[in-house]
């Protein structure tokens, strides 16, 4: 215990941002209107967009509005047939004031309007192993260090890769909880015939295979937390179970007459649109509304892009031997900041790890000049002179690269359907879109 002075935690402060109003003028979805302020906007088919459109001349990630003080930053995602602004295409620039764009036979307007709104940004860096400098990140630590301090549910909304999970940690950590178990179930990992024997438990008998009793994750974690992980991927006939635990506070074990008392905080991670879920019937609103209690969203690693560096360093840092930053050459920094990092913060550890292994190819599909490769040393090898490649590393890379490779001659055979190539794979068609999401190869179909 030290003797010397408390040190005075910094305040919060506020920042104001302006409010935008971006609605389609034009196309199938006319009339559809999507308030922001501060928040990128993201626009296309797929149903994890912000402004989800159907028109078949718009790509699924088609395009990024990102608020800033220079005007909106309008970037071209991944489209077809581009963003035209007064028959001018855009790649990647700011426009000052109103404006209109066509994405395909889409128009979209966007207007700033005289409102503000004021949000809390911490003067740190870091919340639990979460870390990051950018505005998005201090606003995420200051509502994750309030939310902690309570015992609601917390609904995690992010892409693969972002780090929900280490949210989901440093949630419990930072609670009155943080003596109590910890206990992770991942939804989509598990087959769905022995999901509600893990998470609610068995008694011996209660079905083939069942010889002993068996207590769930939920009595796991009594006086804890359980986080859930890929809430999303939980099958439709098992969310009212989890609905009526959640109410109750109490489980019954499959096969079982009586009920078990359990006090267990949860918290729920998702890469899905949920709401655009429960549109489709694929997830329950009762239950989306218990688990977000409270709600945050972990941003993409491109849309907080003024954290590169201190990922970077900190990831330099636990490597085996530790590096410095001034290791990373400066081609490597230009080929990282053009990333767009679809598998984000997961995808840049895995990128740092890789510099010590292929230093010419430190991001999967990435190519660089041949005046860049000019100015590193090729390794083909994993013991090259003094330099060893730890082999925790190069099993995880070998791992990964087969993965990719794996999936993407899997998808390939079956022209990108995912339930064949599931098939193939002789895995589960959740498993092959997670495995998808960690490559950052896209849903599918």
């Not at 970037?75 to 066509?102: E, H, Y």
């Not at 919340?127 to 309030?146: H, N, Q, T, Y």
């Not at 301090?149 to 917390?154: E, G, K, M, N, P």
């Amino acid at each position: 215990m030290s003797d010397g002075p408390t040190r005075a935690r910094p305040l919060p402060t506020v920042v104001r941002y302006a409010k935008a109003r971006v609605s389609v003028t034009r196309g199938p979805n006319v009339g559809l209107v999507h308030e922001s302020a501060g928040v990128p906007i993201r626009i296309g088919t797929a149903p994890e967009n912000d402004i989800v459109l159907a028109d078949d001349t718009v790509s699924r990630r088609h395009a990024d509005l990102e608020p800033t003080p220079l005007g909106m930053r309008v970037r071209d995602v991944a489209s077809t047939n581009g963003i035209l602004l007064g028959g001018v295409r855009l790649k990647d620039a700011f426009v000052p004031g109103d404006f209109q764009i066509a994405l395909g036979e889409t128009w979209i307007a966007v207007n700033w309007l005289q409102e503000t709104v004021g949000r809390l940004q911490v003067a740190i860096d870091r919340f639990g192993d979460v870390r990051g400098k950018s505005p998005r990140m201090r606003e995420l630590f200051a509502d994750l260090d309030r939310i902690a301090a309570t015992d609601v549910s917390l609904l995690i909304e992010g892409e693969t890769g972002t780090g929900k999970d280490l949210v989901a940690e440093a949630i419990h950590g930072e609670s009155s909880r943080a003596g109590g178990p910890f206990v992770v179930f991942d939804c989509g990992a598990v087959s769905p015939t022995v999901i509600e024997s893990e998470l609610f438990g068995h008694e011996r008998g209660a079905f083939t295979g069942a010889q002993a009793q068996h207590a769930g994750l939920f009595e796991q974690a009594d006086g804890g937390t359980l986080f859930l992980d890929e809430i999303g991927e939980l099958p439709l006939e098992l969310q009212p179970k989890l609905l009526r635990v959640l109410e109750k506070r109490e489980v019954r074990r499959v096969g079982g007459r009586g009920t078990v008392s359990v006090d267990v905080r949860i918290l729920a991670a998702t890469n899905r649109n949920l709401q655009a879920e429960i549109e489709k019937g694929a997830f329950r609103q009762d239950l989306y509304f218990r688990l977000a209690q409270a709600h945050v969203t972990v941003p993409a690693l491109r849309d907080r892009m003024e954290d590169l560096e201190l990922l970077v360093e900190h990831f330099l840092a636990h490597e085996r031997p530790p590096k410095p930053i001034t290791d990373v050459a400066p081609h490597i920094w230009d080929m990282f900041r053009a990333h767009r990092w679809p598998g984000n913060v997961r995808e840049l550890k895995n990128a740092v790890q890789r510099l010590a292994i292929t230093p010419e190819r430190p991001i999967q599909g990435g190519v660089i000049s041949d005046e860049a490769k000019g100015r590193v040393a090729e390794v083909t090898q994993w013991v090259v002179g003094d330099s060893v490649v730890p082999l925790r590393i190069a099993r995880r890379q070998a791992g990964d690269d087969f993965e990719r490779t794996y999936l993407d001659q899997l998808l390939q055979r079956t022209d990108g359907n995912v339930t064949r190539a599931a098939a193939l794979a002789e895995v589960s068609r959740q498993m092959m879109q997670k495995l998808m999401r960690k490559h950052g190869l896209g849903e599918g179909r």
